[in-house]
T-cell receptor, first 109, second 112 residues
Framework: EDQVTQSPEALRLQEGESSSLNCSYTVSGLRGLFWYRQDPGKGPEFLFTLYSAGEEKEKERLKATLTKKESFLHITAPKPEDSATYLCAVQYNNNDMRFGAGTRLTVKP | NAGVTQTPKFRVLKTGQSMTLLCAQDMNHEYMYWYRQDPGMGLRLIHYSVGEGTTAKGEVPDGYNVSRLKKQNFLLGLESAAPSQTSVYFC???????????FGPGTRLTVT
């Protein structure tokens, strides 16, 4: 069955404490892997797209990487404003789209 | 640019009632999507459209219908609401497939 699994479900960090979020997928015909950030009560906001294994993208304190079966979102020296739910999504076959349940990140000052 | 807008923001329905959710985008995007988001389950694709006049089923289409009569608008209809359709509904649009999606602010629907 096509699945996208994110871990951990929740992560609490101290400000400045770096960590990584994981997104593993079991779909065939990957067309793209997307990372989004979602703040409470709002719609998801696009962060990165990765298309092939080995690809990396960076934006401020965030860096996304992709292998054949998983993606990591690395957060370096996080700040309280990085607190949010981070969603991973995969597009596969032609237009099939599957989201993970998300990782809820809390960064304490 | 307003981006993607959704109306209404909140709605309470009784079981069996019908309603239509409206999504509008001003980015001239070809693709539009409707998702529902439930606690612990992530976003699930209901229906999508690859262009004006087209619609296609997603992962959870039962109980919903959609129409895309104009490129900028995508309507989601519930003909006979059920408590299982209580959820937050998000609309999104993208330039084409394999590109990032831009999401609206969501509609919180409660069916009693």
């Amino acid at each position: 069955e096509d699945q996208v699994t994110q871990s951990p479900e929740a992560l609490r960090l101290q400000e400045g404490e770096s960590s990584s979020l994981n997104c593993s997928y079991t779909v065939s015909g990957l067309r793209g892997l997307f990372w989004y950030r979602q703040d409470p009560g709002k719609g998801p906001e696009f962060l990165f797209t990765l298309y092939s294994a080995g690809e990396e993208k960076e934006k401020e304190r965030l860096k996304a990487t992709l292998t054949k079966k998983e993606s990591f979102l690395h957060i370096t020296a996080p700040k309280p404003e990085d607190s949010a739910t981070y969603l991973c999504a995969v597009q596969y076959n032609n237009n099939d789209m599957r989201f993970g349940a998300g990782t809820r990140l809390t960064v304490k000052p | 640019n307003a981006g993607v807008t959704q109306t209404p923001k909140f709605r309470v329905l009784k079981t069996g009632q019908s309603m239509t959710l409206l999504c509008a985008q001003d980015m001239n995007h070809e693709y539009m999507y409707w998702y529902r988001q439930d606690p612990g389950m992530g976003l699930r694709l209901i229906h999508y459209s690859v262009g004006e006049g087209t619609t296609a089923k997603g992962e959870v289409p039962d109980g919903y219908n959609v129409s895309r009569l104009k490129k900028q608008n995508f309507l989601l209809g519930l003909e006979s609401a059920a408590p299982s359709q209580t959820s937050v509904y998000f609309c999104a649009s993208s330039r084409t497939n394999n590109y990032e999606q831009y999401f609206g602010p969501g509609t919180r629907l409660t069916v009693t």
